[in-house]
């Protein structure tokens, strides 16, 4: 019985050459006399310009341009007629300002100091405008987007009849990506109709098409080169003004251009998790049946885009009862345009379901995993469908075994523990588990040596080590003979890596283009090998990178070698079928924690972490792992220290830094426990691998917030948990 590849603990394919430093991410590229930009960026928050002094900084030693509104090659995209007035921001098109920090001109010049330099010397003046930064204060501007109408199941707002109901509203602040690498981007006119870029992206073909658009260029005339990079958690989901404001320089300046933004800016030009202020009403029987759920969520927006997200979303499906209704509205704000961050939509709205349902388990005085429990959906009641699998219950008992939840006390801030609170909590998280259309090429040559290749990403799980696996099982040729390519927009089509779909996506490409291999392979076979010649290819065996029929077996490189051909290239694109119109699919989250409260100082120290991934197979037991813990630092910092604030007075950010904006480091990360339901979905994909990057991350604040309460009696509805909420 052959070993399988799949499920197993492979270290990932491309490890050395990032440990080593061998890794070119994208501002390591180095184009024959590339120039360097930095940006002058806005002081005001709204407003206009009324002038642009570059006269100092053009006589600085070095510079080559100073490109803004007033001197900017023309992007072809702007002038397209559009209907919906809110197309994004159209960089140096006009003179109009909507936020602090945007981008007003670029300066080029011979080293990355001289354009820093430069850059300061520039002298912006504004007519300035009254901003809107504070969200609360906002409110009486919601709106309601077209696209996403009201939600109603049964009878409205039917938790105010349930004998026990409870109403409270949650807020989350900005949250802000702040992966290692920042962003940018390195563009070369290679002609005046030929362009090439090193982009920091989670989807080199979204590129290509965006580039494609706005520049009206053929898409064999734009390459996009994106093999590495450093973490983006759904900020490189697209392109940003700042990477056309490149891409416009090296016009200008007829050389390459290398922008790389600073910290600073990773706050305002590369999108956040946005803000939302959201009210549930929940009710249920005496003993706990939910009889209704209202879920309203209101969230900002900038003022030139409507970015929604599935906020309300997991109210909707995630228990079973009869009677929900939910609504989602918008607020403008002078603020960039906020973007998918890890569990987008999802996290912000779970935070508020899952707190929301410990605080009715408490007023029931019945335990929140009972509650979970007795109200867990055995199909999709949104959807009216059968789950395709769905192990919760299964990832119920795992975690709170683990955990030590018997030692929960009901009654809260009755646990002491070296002197301090103790306290248990524990949450659910939902995401969707979808499969899109992509292409994988393989190329088999005649050492026994296979390349596939496709257009995909890795922003750090692991994507390369995992379709490296499945053509392993697929194939039955060794790991360390095959080779999987992405990141380059010449490869096959393959979408953006987000919303947990890329091993569904890709994979599965890559599984089929397996498939196709191994039917070519038997075709060549039955044409030209005596041994074969009776059989058809779909008689034909294949084991461990050989054809096998009864006594007969023909190594893949010898056939090869035999027919004179040095290499078999075919290429298959996968998608899914009607699967969707069958069944409901979704991966699923358990996350349970105990936490230490400090009684006097109210510091709060996370003991013990126990998550459970209901994700289908796991492909790659370490890299999931690694997977989950990333999702548990993020809720961390969801949940206890990660909060932008901006000065209302100046709609201005003051901790966009490393040291003000507090990330979770290794001392916040307690001992972990990573537990795999892995049992395969017998419907989305041939591997049965369901999404795991989002659920990660998906309720992980509100077990957290739920231990905090039964540690201590108080509940902290406004996240970050900070002392002095609980002092």
């Known amino acids: 019985m052959k070993k399988q590849a799949v499920g197993q603990s492979m270290d990932r394919v491309d490890g050395r050459l990032k440990v080593t430093g061998a890794a070119r991410y994208f501002a390591d590229h180095q184009p024959e006399g590339m120039l360097y930009a930095a940006l ?74 001289r354009a820093v330099y430069a850059a300061s010397l520039v002298k912006v003046s504004y007519a300035k405008e009254a901003h809107e930064t504070d969200l609360a204060a906002s409110m009486n501007k919601a709106f309601q987007v077209a696209k996403i109408k009201d939600y109603l199941r049964g009878e409205a707002d039917a938790w105010k009849k349930a004998p026990v109901n409870m109403e409270a509203e949650y807020n989350i602040p900005i949250e802000v990506h702040n992966p290692m690498e920042l962003a940018g981007m390195i ?172 605080e009715l388990a408490h007023k029931l005085n019945m335990d929140p995993l009972q509650l979970r429990i007795l109200n867990h959906a055995d199909t999709d009641p949104d959807k009216n469908l059968p789950y395709s699998s769905k192990y919760l219950k299964e990832a119920y008992d795992m975690g709170a075994a683990k955990i030590g939840w018997q030692q929960r006390r009901q009654t809260p801030r009755q646990l002491e523990e070296d002197g301090w609170l103790a306290g248990y909590g524990m949450s659910s998280g939902v995401f969707s588990a979808s499969r899109g259309k992509a292409t994988a090429s393989a190329t088999l040559r005649s050492d026994g040596s296979l390349i596939i290749r496709s257009a995909a990403a890795d922003i750090g799980p692991g994507t390369a080590t995992a379709m490296v696996q499945i053509a392993a099982d697929a194939t039955g040729i060794d790991v360390k003979k095959i080779k999987f390519l992405l990141g380059e927009s010449e490869y096959p089509e393959a979408p953006r890596q987000g919303g947990s779909s890329t091993v569904s996506t890709v994979g599965s490409a890559v599984n089929d283009v397996c498939r196709t291999l191994q039917q070519k392979l038997g075709e060549l076979a039955t044409a030209n090998i005596p041994a074969f010649k009776a059989l058809k290819p779909a008689d034909i065996q294949h084991e461990a990178g050989a054809l096998v029929s009864g006594t007969s077996r023909l190594d893949y ?85 990660e909060e932008a604030l901006i000065d209302q007075r100046f709609g201005r950010y003051v901790n966009n830094n490393y040291a003000d904006y507090h990330v979770p480091v290794n001392a916040d990360t307690p001992p972990t426990d990573v537990l795999f339901i892995n049992k395969k979905d017998p419907v989305i994909n041939p591997m049965g691998a369901k999404g795991m990057g989002e659920i990660a991350l998906i309720g992980f604040a509100a077990a957290i917030s739920n231990a905090v309460f039964n540690a201590t009696g108080k509940r902290v509805r406004d996240l970050p948990i900070t002392p002095d909420k609980l002092i």
């Open 187 to 358: 563009a070369h006119w290679e002609a005046p109709d030929k362009l090439t870029v090193y982009a920091k992206t989670q989807g080199v073909k979204s590129v290509q098409q965006t580039l494609k658009t706005l520049f009206q260029l053929p898409e064999d005339h734009i390459t996009v080169h994106s093999q590495f990079v450093g973490g983006a958690f759904g900020m490189a989901l697209r392109i940003w003004p700042m990477e056309i404001a490149t891409i416009l320089a090296a016009k200008k300046a007829g050389k390459p251009v290398k922008l790389v933004i600073n910290r600073k800016e990773m706050f305002t030009l590369v999108g956040y998790r946005p803000a939302a202020t959201q009210r549930i009403g929940i009710g249920a029987t005496a003993d706990g049946k939910l009889t209704g759920i209202t879920h309203s969520a209101v969230a900002n927006t900038s003022p030139y885009e409507d970015f929604t997200e599935a906020i309300v979303n997991m109210s909707r499906m995630m228990y079973a009862c009869p009677n929900v209704n939910t609504r989602y509205q918008l607020v403008p704000l002078n603020l960039s345009t906020p973007v998918w961050m890890r569990g987008p939509g999802e996290a912000t709205g779970a935070f508020a379901l899952e707190s929301a349902i410990d």
């Open 40 to 113: 002058v960026c806005s002081t005001i928050s709204s407003g206009r310009i009324t002038a642009i002094d570059a006269a100092k900084a053009l006589r600085a030693p070095g510079v080559a341009d100073v490109v803004s509104h007033l001197n900017a090659p023309p992007v072809p995209g702007y002038q397209v007629e559009n209907p919906n007035p809110k197309q994004g921001l159209k960089i140096f098109h006009d003179d109009r300002i909507y936020s602090n920090g945007q981008p007003v001109a670029i300066v080029v010049a011979n080293t990355l100091e």
């Open 557 to 641: 490189a010898a056939l090869l070698q035999q027919q004179q051909l040095p290499e078999l290239v075919v290429a298959a694109t996968s998608q899914a079928g009607d699967e969707r119109k069958q069944y409901a699919m979704y991966s699923f989250s358990v996350h349970f924690a105990k936490v230490h409260v400090h009684p006097a100082t109210g510091v709060v120290r996370i003991k013990h972490i126990v998550s459970v991934a209901d994700s289908g197979t796991v492909v790659n037991t370490k890299t999931a792992r690694s997977q989950m813990i990333g999702g548990v630092v993020g809720g961390i910092g969801m949940a206890l220290t």
